[in-house]
């Protein structure tokens, strides 16, 4: 008799999932499948409290009609990432009214929601509903596009000074564009 028949398939042992609370997710995702477009994610851990951070999601993204420069589109979403849970629903938000690096400040209008999980410090879906009249509504696989020195799966979190620049940036005179 085999030993094998006994003790059976060596499985590994499941990966835990990343706290949503920590810096080490922000960075640049996309879908390999559809690549030219995706999110850019900036975590702000325990902003509002301990235990409890910000999701700041820069989505380019292009319309459902194939089509050039008209057919681009750019969506912004936030909401609370809370540590030890699964996923962060965060709210989608377009802006309209905008000049190239000149004022107005661009308008903010919630045009739909979204859920965004991750399974490891690589790979993460972000869900996503819009409540627009357009009824899209739909899954994104997301593939860490740029790598990440402080992401862990563990509560211990390596920090880097080196990421300490990374983030969103504007000049409050243009709100509502900006640099991720």
Avoid: K
Avoid at 98 to 127: K, Q, R
Wanted: proline share 8%.
């Amino acid at each position: 008799v085999a030993l094998g028949q006994f003790i059976g398939p060596a499985v590994a042992p499941p990966v835990a999932a990343p706290s949503l609370n920590q810096h080490g997710l922000t960075g640049s995702w996309y879908e390999p499948a559809t690549s030219g477009q995706g999110v850019e994610l900036e975590v702000y851990p325990d902003l509002t409290a301990p235990g409890t951070g910000l999701a700041f999601l820069s989505w380019f993204t292009y319309d459902s009609v194939v089509g050039g420069a008209d057919r681009q589109r750019w969506y912004v979403a936030d909401g609370p990432v809370v540590t030890g849970q699964p996923s962060a629903a965060l709210t989608i938000y377009r802006n309209t009214g905008g000049n190239f690096n000149a004022p107005p400040v661009t308008e903010s209008v919630a045009v739909g929601t979204a859920t965004l999980s991750f399974d490891s410090c690589t790979s993460g879906t972000l869900s996503y509903r819009f409540t627009d009249g357009t009824g899209r509504t739909g899954s994104i696989p997301l593939s860490r596009l740029t790598q990440s020195m402080t992401c862990s799966t563990t509560g211990a979190r390596p920090t880097d000074a080196d990421f300490g620049f990374s983030g969103n940036w504007y000049d409050p005179a243009t709100s509502g564009q900006g640099v991720t």
